[in-house]
C-alpha cells in the first residue's frame, strides 16, 4: 500500500529546475514587476513555505504548491521545506503545536509518509542559510515588490518565508499552472473505459490500471467530520447536492456505454442523522462505494488519480483537484468558494450552478466528448 501511496508523489517531485526553465507561461494570468527581471533578483531572492499554521495536508499543500508557483511564475529561487505537522490526522484535529504534541504512534507514522510523499525541488542558487530572512504571515503583493525593490538596491540576498497566500491564490489561480506538472493537458485526453460489448481490450498505454479492470472512476468527497462537530454549517453541502450531481454524470456515463464505479469519500457520522445521511447516499447514488474513515493518504491519493471528482468545500479535495489537472472536476457552487478565504476556482473546473447540485449542460457535454460518446452519436446521424 506505502509503495502505491508514495508512486503518487512522483506528479510534484519529478519537477526539475530544466523543466522549470523550459516552461512556457504564455497566455497565464500571473503577478509580475520589473524587479523579477533584474538578474540579481533572480539569483539572491528566494521564497520558502513559513509552516507557521498547523492545520490541515490540504490546506498546508496548497501554500507549499502557490509558494513554488510563485518562485516559478517570478523566476526566483525556491527553498524546499519538509512537511513538519498536520493538524488534522488521526483523532486529535486541528490545531495542534509546531512541535506536534499529543501525537499518537500511529498519527507519527501517517506523518512521516505525508513528509515522504510531499517533495518540491529547491531551485535557489548555492547555499541560502547565510541570507536575509523575513516573514510574511500574509503575501501582500505590493509590498512584497516594495520589499524585493530595497533588498536589489542595498544587495541584501533574502528569504522570504510565506504562510498564508489567500489573496495571492484568489487573484491569480494560475498561479498553479506555471507548475508544468498541475498544467492540465490542451484538449484534455480522453475519458477511457471499458465499454459493454467492446470486442478488444482498450488501449492501456499511458494508463496505470490493468485494462481487465479498465472501469471508469468517478469520486465523491464529502466533507463531514469537523465541520459538522464544531458547527461550521457554512460549509456543509447536502448529501442531497451529491446525490444530483452524481446521477447527472451516471446518466451521462451510462448513455457513453461506459462501466465505471463512484467512490464516496465521507468522514464517520457523529449522530443519526449522519447514520441516515450515509444510507441515503447508499441507496441513491448509482455504483456508490461508501468509504467511510478511510486512510487519509490513500484518500487523497484516490482522489487525485479519479477520472471524474466532486469536491466538496474543502482544501483537502482542492488540493486533490490540483493535483489531478487531467480529471473532470465538479468545483463547488460560487456562493460557497466565493465566501471562504483562500479558496479560488481554475478555468478548466466546472461548477455547479446551484446548491442543489445543478450541473450546466456543459458538464454532461464534456463527459460524452471525452468518452468518445459524441463521436458515436455524430457517426450515427450520419448514417
Known amino acids: 500500500m506505502e509503495a502505491t501511496q508514495l508512486a503518487h508523489c512522483r506528479q510534484i517531485q519529478v519537477l526539475s529546475r530544466s523543466a522549470l526553465?523550459?516552461?512556457?507561461?504564455?497566455?497565464?494570468?500571473?503577478?509580475?514587476?520589473?524587479?523579477?527581471?533584474?538578474?540579481?533578483?533572480?539569483?539572491?531572492?528566494?521564497?520558502?513555505?513559513?509552516?507557521?499554521?498547523?492545520?490541515?495536508?490540504?490546506?498546508?499543500?496548497?501554500?507549499?504548491?502557490?509558494?513554488?508557483?510563485?518562485a516559478s511564475s517570478l523566476g526566483i529561487g525556491h527553498v524546499f521545506r519538509p512537511l513538519g505537522c498536520v493538524g488534522h490526522i488521526g483523532s486529535h484535529v486541528h490545531?495542534?503545536?509546531?512541535?506536534?504534541?499529543?501525537?499518537?504512534?500511529?498519527?507519527r507514522r501517517q506523518l512521516s509518509?505525508?513528509?515522504?510523499?510531499?517533495?518540491?525541488?529547491?531551485?535557489?542558487?548555492?547555499?541560502?542559510?547565510?541570507?536575509?530572512?523575513?516573514?510574511?504571515?500574509?503575501?501582500?503583493?505590493?509590498?512584497?515588490?516594495?520589499?524585493?525593490?530595497?533588498?536589489?538596491?542595498?544587495?541584501?540576498?533574502?528569504?522570504?518565508?510565506?504562510?498564508?497566500?489567500?489573496?495571492?491564490?484568489?487573484?491569480y489561480p494560475d498561479i498553479f499552472?506555471?507548475?508544468?506538472?498541475?498544467?492540465?493537458?490542451s484538449p484534455p485526453p480522453p475519458l477511457t473505459c471499458r465499454k459493454a460489448g467492446s470486442p478488444n481490450p482498450p488501449d492501456a498505454s499511458g494508463s496505470n490500471r490493468a485494462w481487465l479492470l479498465d472501469a471508469l472512476r468517478v469520486a465523491v468527497h464529502i466533507r463531514r467530520g469537523d465541520v459538522v462537530t464544531d458547527n461550521w454549517h457554512k460549509r456543509?453541502?447536502?448529501?442531497?447536492?451529491?446525490?444530483?450531481?452524481?446521477?447527472?454524470?451516471?446518466?451521462?456515463?451510462?448513455?457513453?456505454?461506459?462501466?465505471?464505479s463512484v467512490e464516496v469519500f465521507i468522514e464517520a457520522p457523529s449522530n443519526a442523522e449522519g447514520e441516515a445521511e450515509l444510507a441515503l447516499l447508499r441507496s441513491s447514488i448509482?455504483?456508490?462505494?461508501?468509504?467511510?474513515?478511510?486512510?487519509?493518504?490513500?484518500?487523497?491519493?484516490?482522489?487525485?488519480?479519479a477520472d471524474i471528482l466532486v469536491m466538496s468545500n474543502s482544501m483537502f479535495s482542492l488540493s486533490a483537484a490540483l493535483m489531478n489537472p487531467n480529471a473532470l472536476t465538479i468545483h463547488v457552487p460560487y456562493s460557497h468558494y466565493s465566501q471562504r478565504v483562500g479558496m479560488f476556482k481554475m478555468g478548466h473546473w466546472l461548477a455547479p450552478l446551484d446548491e442543489n447540485g445543478t450541473l450546466p449542460g456543459t458538464a454532461a457535454d464534456a463527459i460524452r466528448q471525452r468518452t468518445g460518446a459524441a463521436a458515436g452519436a455524430d457517426a450515427q446521424q450520419q448514417v
Request: net charge negative; proline share 5%; aromatic share 10%.
Open 113 to 171: 509518509k505525508a513528509q515522504r510523499m510531499i517533495q518540491l525541488p529547491t531551485t535557489a542558487q548555492g547555499n541560502t542559510s547565510h541570507w536575509h530572512s523575513k516573514f510574511l504571515p500574509a503575501l501582500d503583493w505590493t509590498p512584497f515588490v516594495r520589499d524585493v525593490t530595497d533588498a536589489l538596491r542595498q544587495r541584501r540576498p533574502t528569504l522570504y518565508e510565506i504562510e498564508r497566500v489567500n489573496q495571492l491564490v484568489r487573484y
Open 177 to 185: 499552472q506555471s507548475i508544468p506538472a498541475l498544467r492540465p493537458a
Open 21 to 70: 526553465a523550459a516552461s512556457d507561461l504564455s497566455g497565464l494570468h500571473l503577478p509580475s514587476d520589473a524587479v523579477f527581471q533584474e538578474p540579481w533578483v533572480k539569483a539572491n531572492i528566494a521564497v520558502t513555505y513559513g509552516h507557521q499554521v498547523q492545520d490541515g495536508i490540504g490546506s498546508q499543500t496548497l501554500r507549499m504548491l502557490a509558494v513554488y508557483g510563485l
Open 95 to 107: 490545531y495542534r503545536e509546531a512541535a506536534c504534541n499529543h501525537t499518537s504512534e500511529a498519527d
Open 286 to 305: 448509482p455504483n456508490a462505494l461508501l468509504l467511510v474513515d478511510t486512510d487519509m493518504l490513500w484518500t487523497w491519493q484516490m482522489m487525485a488519480t
Open 236 to 260: 456543509i453541502l447536502k448529501a442531497s447536492y451529491f446525490i444530483n450531481i452524481a446521477k447527472t454524470i451516471t446518466d451521462a456515463l451510462e448513455q457513453a456505454g461506459c462501466d465505471y
